[in-house]
């Protein structure tokens, strides 16, 4: 070995701390394959370009990244050198890993007095060597010249700029050592193609460890670890039953069992099914939802379009049921909703349409928050406003989208969201494709423009905003605490 360059487990468990301010202690499989994957010759070259590190969720992959990076960062790099992390999104450019790097450097004395500089767009230590933290829709890194490259959770890598960077990221050939490091779990078949090729390359290896699932393929300078087991005090059976009950079987599959699952997919038609008959449960019937009450405070989404894809407006509403162990419970209530279908021929006229509606959900029930996207309703949204509905823009962020996609998938899966029969709504629910954000959860899209989610889109919003309102149980006088 390299006399210059500290051993990496050795490094780790003396300088790298957690986020407790604790020194990581390495577990025996993950000391024996970072020995491994990260031992330089004689020469200080190290074995491998690239090294993917893939375990079961809750593996401490993201806290092996960031340890990885600092032992480059302070045992490998040369004068000046760069080190690359890469995020999967602009809201993210600093992805887990960056930030377990920023804390373990200002946790360990030694580290932060050899590092002047810790921040947010990078780190760089007294001898010049950078970390840059980058996000994969800067769509190019071109002639990056860098030691390190470190991706986290490349599964979700799968539009073109990412393809394009991730291309652009390959090890430097000119220098030493230039490696990509990347810690993930199984990706969608047909859709992560980038972690997929370097799977199959791995795979067409030779397997050195059947336990632990590690295969060296040396042609491609490839180490992978894939393993599919919790190996860890803290993946009870406690923690995965619950898990089982509320993930889906596939999603289950890919993130506690590391196993490949086909494409990105939609709501649960089973789930969507249950809350039907959950509002049959009610006696709970389209008629009964259009006739006017104004002891129900009503919750509104709107999704509006002009010319292209459909305008909908769905209503929700929160009331308080006795469940069958005797607890009162709060469920959802579907209400009235509208969709209209506008051409470039015949645009829609959205003040006989949806303002009209929303007016006339006013007249008749106690209308809580309108939830709308300023895409193209700011102007209905301020008329509104003025005859006293309470407007509430709702951008189509990536942190709403998901918080509503969550919202409504808890919803379903609890059969706390209580639906009459609707064939217009069910059949958007049948297009509905769920993309996955790392970290964060799912966002409701469409695979393809010819598919219609307009409703589905409004119904989550609505949801979501009959949160802020009183239970309809509740008396007239409580209606003051509606936000607005």
Known sequence: MAHNIVPICTFAEELFRLENGEKIKLFPHQRKFLTMAFTPDEDGKLPYSTVCWSSVKKSGKTCINSMVTAWFLYCVCELNDTIIMVANSREHVQSLAFRG???????????????????????????????????????????????????????????????????????????????????????????????????????????????????????????????????????????????????????????????????????????????????????????????????????????????????????????????????????????????????????????????????????????????????QFVRSAQTLWKLGVNTVEFNQTVPNGVEMCNHLMDLLRMKNLAMYEDIELLKEAQSVSLKEIPGRGYRITKDTSAKKIDSIIALSMAALAAEKVPCSDDSFADSFFVLR
């Open 101 to 375: 790097l920023t804390k373990a450097i200002e946790l360990e004395p030694l580290l932060k007095s050899s590092t002047p500089t810790i921040g947010m767009r990078s780190i760089i230590t007294d001898r010049g060597v950078q970390v840059l933290p980058l996000s994969t829709e800067y769509g190019t890194a071109s002639g990056a010249n860098f030691s390190l490259v470190s991706m986290d959770e490349i599964w979700a890598m799968t539009d073109e700029s990412s393809r394009r960077l991730y291309e652009e990221l390959t090890p430097v050939p000119t220098r030493k050592n230039s490696v990509r490091f990347v810690s993930t779990y199984a990706g969608h078949t047909g859709s992560s193609e980038i972690l997929e090729s370097l799977y199959n390359r791995g795979m067409q290896g030779k397997c050195v460890d059947e336990e632990h699932n590690v295969w060296i393929n040396e042609d491609a300078g490839l180490f992978m670890m894939w393993d599919h087991k919790p190996r860890f005090p803290w993946q009870t059976e406690k923690y995965y039953s619950e898990q089982r009950a509320i993930l889906r079987p596939s999603a289950y599959a890919r993130l506690h069992e590391n196993m490949w699952t086909a494409g990105e997919e939609g709501l649960d038609i089973t789930d969507w099914q249950a809350c039907v008959a959950e509002g049959e449960k009610y006696n709970w019937t389209k008629e009964k939802a259009w006739t006017k009450d104004k002891n129900i405070h009503l919750a509104v989404g709107v999704d509006a379009s002009v010319k292209h894809d459909r305008a909908a407006v769905v209503s929700c509403f929160r009331r308080s049921i006795t469940n069958e162990e005797g607890r009162p419970v709060n469920k959802i209530f579907l209400g009235p909703r509208l969709m209209w279908q506008p051409s470039s021929e015949e645009p829609l006229d959205f003040e006989e349409t949806i303002e009209k509606f929303i007016l006339s959900l006013q007249e008749n029930y106690m209308l809580g928050p309108v939830f709308y996207d300023p895409f």
